[in-house]
């Protein structure tokens, strides 16, 4: 059964830095990518950023540049390093799974592809 753990979440002011990690297990293959998603209160949630089978990242535009996501394959994590923090990133944030995926070669900023999901993390900005 794969499950997906994420940690790293707080309280930080604007221009701060976060890391978030998500910790993997039960996948039965290489084949997966991550997406890391984010829901404020009222809001629908969002792709922000996500790492294809074949190590392809992607990101959304108001996150390019500040976020990065990356994987240490040997720990079986995934980061998402956030910096230059702004109010507007408050929320909580997930990571997903897809599991095989769709294509190896590109990963999806919807949330429909992905098949697991962690428990999520409270990320808040105060300005």
């Known amino acids: 059964e794969v499950q997906l753990v994420e940690s790293g979440g707080g309280l930080v002011r604007t221009g701060g830095s976060l890391r978030l990690s998500c910790a993997t297990s039960?996948?039965?293959?290489?084949?997966?990518?991550i997406g890391w998603f984010r829901q404020a209160p009222g809001k629908e949630r969002e792709g922000v950023s996500c790492?294809?089978?074949?190590?392809?990242?992607s990101y959304r535009d108001s996150v390019e540049g500040r976020f990065t996501i990356s994987s240490d394959n040997a720990k079986n994590t995934v980061y998402l390093q956030m910096n230059s923090l702004r109010p507007e990133d408050t929320a909580v944030y997930y990571c997903?799974?897809?599991?095989?995926?769709?294509?190896?070669?590109?990963?999806?900023?919807?949330?429909?592809?992905?098949?697991?999901w962690g428990q999520g993390t409270q990320v808040t900005v105060s300005s």
């Open positions: 997903a799974a897809e599991h095989p995926t769709y294509s190896k070669e590109y990963c999806s900023g919807s949330p429909m592809p992905y098949d697991y």
């Open positions: 039960g996948f039965t293959s290489d084949d997966y990518a």
């Open positions: 790492l294809s089978s074949s190590g392809r990242t």
